[in-house]
């Protein structure tokens, strides 16, 4: 679905990230990144697939995260600007001696990575508005109902909060 939400963007002019664990290094391993469909979207010069450790960007385990970019030229220079490297080496595979799932403390972006993201997308727009091919969107535009969607889920997030706990048995 999102690679259908991808391949929709790309053809209306749009930008976009997608977030999956960076591809396996076994070959025959599953991951988005190793679709068809997102090798013919990696042929396309407004598409590239960008690895990063979200240790450097403050969460205390490595978690080598991917990102499918779509029209994101400015991505490993807009992450670095909000770089908070831990010290850590530890993975986050499998689980922990308490029975804990490794990743369960990962389950949130650390705040300086969420806040690289954000840069990446405001200096992708910023890109395209220097270029001439960003294309106007207003809130007019959407049914009251979406608008009022939209408003909902933009007061649940709130700086500090945190998801509720994972249910991974």
């Known amino acids: 679905q999102m690679l259908w939400i ?31 469909i997102t090798a013919l979207l990696l042929k396309l010069p407004e598409s590239q697939l960008k690895v990063v450790l979200q240790k450097d960007w403050g969460a205390p385990a490595v978690k080598p995260t991917g990102f ?13 600007r909000w770089m908070n490297p831990s010290a850590s080496t530890t993975p ?16 949130e972006y650390p705040p300086a990575l969420s806040k690289g993201l954000a840069q990446c997308t405001l200096d992708s727009i910023k890109c395209q508005i220097r270029r001439g091919s960003l294309r106007e969107f207003a809130l007019s535009g959407l049914s ?26």
């Open 68 to 80: 499918l970019t779509l029209r994101a030229p400015t991505f490993i220079s807009s992450m670095r």
């Open 6 to 36: 991808f391949a929709t963007l790309l053809a209306m002019g749009g930008h976009m990230l997608v977030e999956h664990p960076a591809p396996p290094k076994g070959p025959k391993r599953v991951s988005i990144f190793r679709l068809a």
């Open 144 to 169: 009251d109902d979406l608008r009022s969607w939209c408003f909902d889920v933009a007061n649940l997030v709130a700086e500090g909060s945190n998801m509720r706990p994972d249910y991974q048995g």
């Open 92 to 107: 986050a595979i499998g689980k922990a001696e308490s029975g804990a799932f490794r990743t369960a403390v990962l389950k």
